[in-house]
T-cell receptor
């Protein structure tokens, strides 16, 4: 176990709705990254947060947004859900400047 | 063309076989190379981490990086049914925080 916990485990939403996914980082890790993993694909980087600010972003539209809290936990928010947003959403935590990212088990989102 | 290419498999081997998993990449500036193992419906688990070129061994696992060929490999000796999973290669640039993943190779080790 990595110590990174995500909730909920599974989620079903309909197109157009909004969703919030949550992540609790491993103890001592102040950086959190979010990835989207479509079925049969590798994870795709969404963004990273460090000290409660977005530290970099992948090729995802603005309707994907996030937050990091003082205790380093994090949220991923997705507005105006589309069918293609159906995927496994992974949170990874790391120490500042480290290449080594530890992943949670993910939240599986289904958009109908 | 994807930045990181990985054969999706599935790769099926008998128990005890030596497994070779590979990735090629296009960006010669990648400096950090990782292999993750992902079981069904689980998050990726870090197996091996290598900086720049060379070999690294950890138990039954050996990671190799050939930067001149832009090619990385993971070898698994004495493969076990519990090794059945999807193996993801990942890499990143110096000073970057973003991991670039391959699409994963599904491995099945038959008892």
């Amino acid at each position: 176990e990595t110590g990174v916990t995500q909730s909920p485990t599974h989620l079903i939403k309909t197109r157009g709705q909004q969703v919030t996914l949550r992540c609790s980082s491993q103890s001592g890790h102040n950086t959190v990254s979010w990835y989207q993993q479509a079925l049969g694909q590798g994870p795709q980087f969404i963004f990273q947060y460090y000290r409660e600010e977005e530290n970099g972003r992948g090729n995802f539209p603005p309707r994907f947004s996030g937050l990091q809290f003082p205790n380093y936990s994090s949220e991923l928010n997705v507005n105006a859900l589309e069918l293609d947003d159906s995927a496994l959403y992974l949170c990874a935590s790391s120490e500042t400047g480290s290449s080594i990212q530890y992943f949670g088990a993910g939240t599986r989102l289904s958009v109908l | 063309q994807k930045e990181v290419e990985q054969d999706p498999g599935p790769l099926s081997v008998p128990e005890g076989a030596i497994v070779s998993l590979n990735c090629t990449y296009s960006n010669s500036a990648f400096q950090y190379f990782m292999w993750y193992r992902q079981y069904s419906r689980k998050g990726p688990e870090l197996l091996m981490y290598t900086y720049s070129s060379g070999n690294k061994e950890d138990g039954r696992f050996t990671a190799q990086v050939d930067k001149s060929s832009k090619y990385i490999s993971l070898f698994i000796r004495d493969s076990q049914p519990s090794d059945s999973a999807t193996y993801l290669c990942a890499m990143r640039l110096e000073g970057s925080y973003k991991l670039i993943f391959g699409s994963g190779t599904r491995l099945l080790v038959r008892p």
